[in-house]
């Protein structure tokens, strides 16, 4: 009944020097505006665990969340606490731009931990129990895809800059997904051994839909991320240049320190 607890993650992203997608061109042809977007993006995700400084952006390792409440009839999961780490272990895998419907499809693999307290009330294999705790949720890989809606708006500058709304994202662990709860719980979730229907191999979907809260919260911090992003860099210039590489150091890491209550998806963060 915990395998609910396939706390994902999405949210976070491209280390420097990772594989994949990190190793974005260096140069574009003149009025390959594709290419120019492509690359000023992933430099961007690629501080992800940094943060832009000559932005002001701030770095999404770690993020922590307050008061998170999981809710699936039988039990409820309140997660004080929570503090999640990974964005400087990510990489895009993949990212595609559909001008013609005005999308953008980012695939991420982060490796992922979750922390914290938990305050557990609920039936458990028919018993009625309560627990509270400490808690660890650890995968070396979590496959994340999001595609975003583009809307191009005009600045208060007279530029033109880039909007993103989350359109849809689909989530699961590549890797072995390690769950501890003190004193209520420990186990793995994977393909392998699930705890969902073994026979049919439909697992996951029942795990992603009961995590559901959990993978909002971290779409919603990259989602904020990248906005901050395109609305610091015209479009003209976003596709015509690429940008300085961005400047980061190693430092005290900034937080993005969202105050969440009980909520069943992403556009309630935004």
């Known amino acids: 009944m915990f395998r609910f607890f396939s706390l994902l993650l999405v949210g976070i992203l491209v280390r420097e020097g990772s ?6 061109p260096q140069r574009c042809a003149p009025g390959d505006s ?6 000023n993006t992933l430099q961007a995700l690629s501080q992800i ?24 009839g039988v039990f409820n999961l309140v997660l004080p606490h929570m503090k999640m780490v990974g964005a400087r272990g990510c990489k895009v895998a993949d990212m595609k ?30 018993y009625e129990t309560s627990h509270e705790g400490n808690y660890v949720i650890k995968s070396d890989n979590i496959r ?31 890797e072995t997904l390690r769950i ?18 073994p026979a049919t191999g439909d697992w996951w979907p029942t795990v992603a839909k009961t995590a559901e809260p959990i993978v909002s919260a971290a779409v919603g911090g990259l989602h904020g991320y990248l906005e901050a992003f395109f609305q ?9 240049q690429i940008l300085p590489r961005p400047i980061y150091e190693i430092r005290a890491q900034s937080i993005a320190d969202l105050e969440c209550f009980s909520f069943s998806s992403v556009s309630d963060l935004l």
């Not at 610091?232 to 015509?240: D, K």
Request: glycine content about 8%.
């Open 19 to 24: 594989a994949g997608l990190a190793t974005y």
């Open 34 to 39: 594709e290419c120019y977007i492509t690359t």
């Open 49 to 72: 665990g940094y943060g832009l400084r000559e932005y002001g952006i701030n770095s999404l390792e770690p993020m922590l969340f307050k008061n998170l409440t999981i809710s699936q």
């Open 97 to 126: 731009l559909n001008f013609a419907q005005s999308t953008m499809t980012l695939t991420l693999e982060c490796p992922l931990k979750i922390t914290g307290k938990y305050k557990f009330n609920g039936n458990v294999y028919f």
């Open 144 to 174: 994340t895809t999001i595609t975003f809606q583009i809307e191009t708006v005009r600045g208060a500058d007279g530029n033109r800059y880039w909007k993103l709304n989350v359109l849809e994202y689909v989530y699961e662990p590549q």
């Open 180 to 197: 501890q709860l003190d004193n209520l719980f420990t186990g793995e979730v994977s393909k392998e051994s699930p705890f969902f229907s």
């Open 232 to 240: 610091h860099v015209p479009l003209e210039q976003l596709s015509t």
